[in-house]
């Protein structure tokens, strides 16, 4: 998943993230790419956070809709690019079959957005699941 953050630094203070599609999800780090890098592991301590409680994951929100709404010139926009089939340190190898026309979208899919096989997969069923359960 793709997640905008905002960027704000202060000039005496280290890079503050906000996540706006997570409320109460922040970050921040002493350089730019280091807060990105934090937002990423911010962002799924966040998401582990909502399934442990049993919440929806928000889908992120296109930049351009965020910022319609955020219009604050002062703070620099940015992708965190997060991989949840990272998101414990129990994972459950399974066997799945899946026809090979599609396996080979899927995976073409994954490689474009810079995901895993099993993170797309994940963030697909997760997607899937937060849109029709939580209606």
């Known amino acids: 998943m793709k997640y905008p953050l905002i960027i704000h ?4 203070s280290d890079y503050g993230v906000t996540i706006p599609d997570l409320p109460g999800c922040f970050s921040a ?5 280091e807060a990105i890098i934090n937002s990423q592991e911010a962002i799924l301590t966040h998401i582990e956070g909502l399934l442990l409680d049993d919440e929806p994951i928000p889908s992120p929100t296109p930049i351009e809709e965020l910022r319609k709404v955020i219009k604050d010139e002062s703070v620099v926009w940015a992708i965190a690019s997060v991989d949840l089939s990272e998101l414990s340190e129990r994972v459950k190898r399974i066997n799945i079959t899946v026809p090979e026309k599609i396996l080979s979208k899927i995976d073409s ?3 474009k957005e ?3 096989r ?6 697909a069923a997760l997607e899937y699941i937060s849109h029709h359960s939580y209606k």
């Open 109 to 111: 899919f994954a490689s």
């Open 29 to 33: 780090g002493g350089t730019f790419e």
């Open 114 to 116: 810079g995901e895993s």
């Open 9 to 12: 630094k202060d000039p005496e």
């Open 118 to 123: 099993s993170g797309l997969l994940v963030h």
